[in-house]
């Protein structure tokens, strides 16, 4: 199982960013998936989540900026961020929890990472 972030870049300040996340290999199923954010010096936080279901969560410094969404049929992930802000710089990283058997339990795993830097 591979989950492949993409997206990333360098904008300036009020500009915005898709950032996506393509989970392939032997997937019977994807539980809840999250975007998480890592900047230098900083431990990995939360960004957004989505359950299987569409219900969403998000960090309260992103709320109304970004908006995070799923397809399902291509067991994808996406997060749109507008409104970026230089504090928004950091790598990105995307979470699924996975099933790789028909009956096994989720197992969470991780994307490489996508850099996102933002410009004042």
């Known amino acids: 199982v591979q989950l492949q972030a993409s997206g990333g870049g360098l904008v300036q300040a009020g500009g915005s960013l898709r950032l996506s996340c393509a989970a392939s290999?032997?997937?019977?199923?994807?539980?809840?998936m999250g975007w998480y954010r890592q900047a230098p010096g900083k431990q990995r936080e939360l960004v957004a989540g989505?359950?299987?279901?569409?219900?969403?969560n998000y960090a309260d410094s992103v709320k109304g900026r970004f908006t995070i969404s799923r397809d399902n049929a291509k067991n994808t992930m996406y997060l749109q961020m507008n409104s970026l802000k230089p504090e928004d710089t950091a790598v990105y990283y995307c979470?699924?929890?996975?099933?790789?058997?028909?009956?096994?339990?989720?197992?969470?795993?991780w994307g490489q990472g996508t850099q996102v830097t933002v410009s004042s």
């Open positions: 290999g032997a997937i019977f199923g994807l539980n809840s």
């Open positions: 979470n699924a929890e996975v099933r790789v058997t028909m009956s096994g339990m989720w197992i969470p795993y």
């Open positions: 989505v359950t299987r279901g569409g219900s969403t």
